[in-house]
């Protein structure tokens, strides 16, 4: 597991570093007011719907249903994931043309701005242009998928990376030679035509590298459209619940980015982008490490399951969260104490303030609090789907959601406006931490213990080992701000070079003393390569 993680994660690496790039080139260009939130309001609409309902159904339904196809049917499997690549591709292109036509009722779905006004016409134009790649995207996630059931791991942790420096350069020619800036007022349709079109157009690059990877593997694609051997009935019976819990984050959704809306207008850039580009680097952990974990793991668990082997389900499972909090643990603390430190030589640029840039940081601050538990509840749902049940996630998600929305509107109402957006990754912190302790009930139920006095001794000595470094950047942002004065970008570097170089150096040896197994095979590793 760890060798495949590891492809993956060098892959995930470079791609959100990538995504790095891209972010801080975005809020250079166009800032985190007005503009900036009708731009990632158009372009997290498609995410969000395939994150939540594709890439959910992908990884409860279809990864385990090509998995023993490939055990079972006499050709390998090979026919079911030609008809699986040909129906997917026909839905998908009527969803994207659909979503299209449905865009202006989408934004105001999912924003409070008055129909008419410039901030939500550019939105819709901007939709427009970005939601054809719901086809694109998602073909290429069932293309990844098929890769993945073959143990071909690196394409689909690699193509994100051109679609990244794709829209890198999309991005670099709107601040040359784009008129509007951050000014929403002043923005023109050749220049939203040059954002929307050239973020689709990063997708479509994207998707074919990982057919290209796909036939590379030896996929011959032949069009079937034979559906009484798809197996419809079956997949249907096992993703309605999956639909439902999409359903249920879905609401989740449009009532955040209802509330971040409502907050960005009362107060400007403290709204939709903020809390955009915060969870975007609240995710990059998770990504790189839990991303490529879980991928390895989905199908080894899912195999184990159909040969009754779970014993072997615990021990993936237990291997697979602590090799996750190795690395987890001190990153949330890093979060927690260094968020504007990271934020600002990333985001204070261009049309974004340094003061905005700091905003975002205590936005990750925040966020923090959730890597852990948002990790630990993704890792006990695939539990559940490499059983094939898709309806045990459906009631924990409507449970997590539903405590995520109360403590939202909660929030909302009883903080300022300028920590609305505060408030609402609160809310997902705990939320998610809840939902881990009911997800975890209910999988030790199934298995018949999951092994939890030996994850949690083996977690605790992972926080005990991050304590040094958490103490370390708390006296480096201290003595920075202290001597310097706030946190500009050559502070922040400062800052990130002794807390973020040093004390992830200074945890590892820490680990490596305390014998922490996960920490140690990955320092082995690491040596016998830099070794070669």
């Known amino acids: 597991m760890l060798r495949a993680s590891a ?44 994150d939540l309902l594709l890439l959910g159904v992908l990884s409860s339904v279809v990864v385990p249903m090509i998995v023993r196809a490939q055990q079972h049917d006499p ?3 090979r026919a079911y994931e030609q008809r699986l690549l040909t129906l997917s591709t026909v839905a998908l292109v009527a969803v994207a043309v659909a979503a299209v036509f449905a865009a202006p009722l989408i934004i105001d779905l999912y924003t409070v701005w008055d129909v008419g006004s410039t901030q939500y016409e550019v939105a819709v134009t901007l939709a427009r242009l970005i939601l054809p790649q719901l086809a694109f ?11 993945n059931t073959r143990d071909r791991y690196g394409a689909p942790m690699w193509a994100p990376v051109v679609n990244n420096l794709f829209v890198i350069c999309v991005f670099l020619a709107y601040a040359v030679f784009g008129t509007g800036g951050g000014d929403i007022a002043r923005v023109t349709d050749g220049d939203l035509a040059l954002l929307g079109l050239g973020t689709t157009a990063g997708i479509v690059a994207q998707a074919v590298v990982l057919i290209l990877a796909l036939k590379r593997a030896g996929f011959s694609f032949v069009p079937r459209l034979d559906v009484r051997n798809a197996r419809l009935g079956e997949m249907a019976k096992a993703g309605v619940w999956t639909i439902g819990y999409v359903v249920i984050t879905q609401l989740g959704f449009v009532l955040t980015t209802n509330l971040a809306s409502s907050a960005g207008d009362a107060v400007a850039g403290h709204g939709v982008s903020p809390y955009t580009l915060a969870f975007q680097l609240f995710q990059l952990p998770y990504g790189v490490i839990g991303v490529s974990v879980i991928t390895a793991m989905l199908p080894r668990m899912s195999r184990a399951v159909g040969e009754g082997r779970f014993g072997d389900v615990r021990s993936e499972f237990g291997s697979s969260v602590r090799l996750i909090c190795s690395l987890m643990v001190p990153v949330s603390l890093l979060l927690m104490v260094l968020g504007p430190a990271i934020t600002v030589p990333i985001y204070g640029h261009g049309a974004n303030s340094v003061a905005d840039a700091v905003y975002i940081g205590n936005v990750l601050q925040v966020y923090g609090l959730a890597l852990v538990p948002f990790a630990l509840f993704q890792l006990l749902l695939r539990v559940f789907y490499s059983f094939g049940d898709t309806r045990t996630p459906v009631f924990i998600g409507a449970g997590t959601t539903a405590v995520n929305a109360l403590l939202m509107v909660l929030f909302y109402n009883l903080l300022p406006a300028r920590y609305a957006v505060m408030g609402l990754a609160l809310a997902y912190a705990i939320a998610y931490a809840l939902g881990a302790v009911a997800g975890w009930l209910l999988a030790s139920r199934r298995l018949q213990g999951l092994g939890g006095w030996a994850i949690g001794m083996a977690m605790t000595r992972m926080y005990l080992a991050a304590l040094p470094t958490a103490a370390l950047s ?10 310097f004065g706030g946190l500009a970008l050559v502070n922040s570097l400062i800052v990130l070079a002794i807390a973020g170089g040093l004390g992830l150096l200074l945890y590892l040896g820490v680990a490596h003393r305390m014998r922490i197994p996960e920490v140690n095979s990955i320092v082995g590793m690491v040596a016998g390569r830099v070794g070669r």
């Open 75 to 77: 050709d390998g499997g």
């Open 7 to 50: 492809v993956m994660a060098a892959g995930t690496m470079v791609s959100r570093v990538t995504g790095f790039v891209r972010t801080m080139v975005l809020a250079y260009a166009i800032g985190t007011a007005a503009l900036g939130d009708s731009y990632n309001v158009a372009y997290q609409i498609p995410y969000s719907i395939l």
């Open 474 to 483: 708390l006296a480096a942002v201290w003595a920075v701000t202290q001597m």
């Open 137 to 147: 995207f998602g073909i290429g996630a069932v293309a990844g998928a098929v890769l």
